[in-house]
């Protein structure tokens, strides 16, 4: 089973190969030809890669400070804090509970340990399948229309799944119901937050201090993540399985507020005009 996790490596390692420099790194360094020749294929159009090179060199003309000072700048500094929310907030929605000890929490739902793992493959099959329509439709739908769509989803599917933990088992209720309620919850989810985290964590910081910004949200999705995996057991026992999942859907109510309220849409948008949103607010 470990050995298949060879296949995507190989794949990756052969695609970076033809993964183009970063137009800003390559101006850093006065190679901005080879950036303008980037910027026309992301374009399609030159007239629009020498708008970008001129906002782009603009920028990094102003970039007298190191990272770290930057990074202080009371709207940068927002910018960062935001992000850590998003990333943090994520993991206490439930995906990665989900798709760790999805097998258990079928179990503790009566299932046979068979129909446990085989409704934890359907799981998985949807997870793939959702995450690559969300990768079609992402730039057209937009990264904030996005998230409010799928986070609704998720919380009224979570609501369902603790429902069906409360009273399924006394109504007699078919565990295909909440194979149906899983399925959807997965669905709202990779179609949204874990489609759209990362992009707008990307997006979202000034071209100065994206670097360290990404790293720094990057190690908080990190933390979030072992959390719960290490959190999870204990709810399922000590919180129940029905008040665990009442406990993601009510993470999703801070985790909308935020991105509604503090996050701008990044669809469509220079990094260099989404740099001054974060300044304007300084």
Do not use: H
């Not at 340990?113 to 990768?135: K, M, R």
């Amino acid at each position: 089973m470990l050995g298949m996790e060879t296949l995507p490596a190989i794949l990756f390692f052969i695609i970076i190969f033809f993964i183009p420099e970063s137009p800003r790194w390559l101006i850093v360094r006065g190679k901005e030809l080879k950036a303008v020749n980037i910027l026309e294929k992301i374009y399609n159009s030159i007239t629009e890669a020498k708008s970008q090179l001129r906002e782009t060199k603009s920028v990094l003309t102003s970039e007298t400070r190191s990272e770290w000072s930057l990074l202080m700048k009371p709207g940068i500094f927002k910018a960062v804090i935001i992000g850590v929310c998003i990333a943090i907030l994520g993991q206490f929605m439930g995906v990665n509970a989900v798709l760790y000890y999805g097998p258990s929490i079928f179990e503790n739902a009566g299932l046979s340990g068979g129909d446990s793992l085989f409704y934890q493959v359907l799981v998985g099959l949807v997870n793939t399948l959702t995450t690559v329509l969300a990768l079609v439709i992402i730039d057209k739908v937009g990264r904030k229309k996005l998230v409010y769509y799928g986070v609704s989803g998720m919380v009224v599917s979570l609501i369902l799944i603790g429902l069906y933990f409360l009273f399924g088992d006394s109504l007699g209720v078919s565990s295909l119901f909440l194979l149906i309620f899983f399925l959807f919850y997965v669905f709202c989810c990779a179609v949204s937050i874990c489609a759209v985290v990362f992009v707008l964590l990307s997006e979202m910081y000034p071209t100065k201090v994206r670097g360290l910004a990404m790293s720094i949200a990057g190690f908080a999705l990190w933390i979030g993540t072992y959390l719960i995996g290490q959190l999870t057991p204990w709810m399922l026992q000590n919180l129940t399985p029905a008040g665990t999942f009442f406990l993601f859907a009510l993470m999703c109510v801070p985790y909308m507020l935020i991105v509604w309220k503090l996050v701008p849409e990044t669809t469509g948008k220079s990094l260099e005009e989404i740099e001054r949103y974060w300044t304007r607010s300084e």
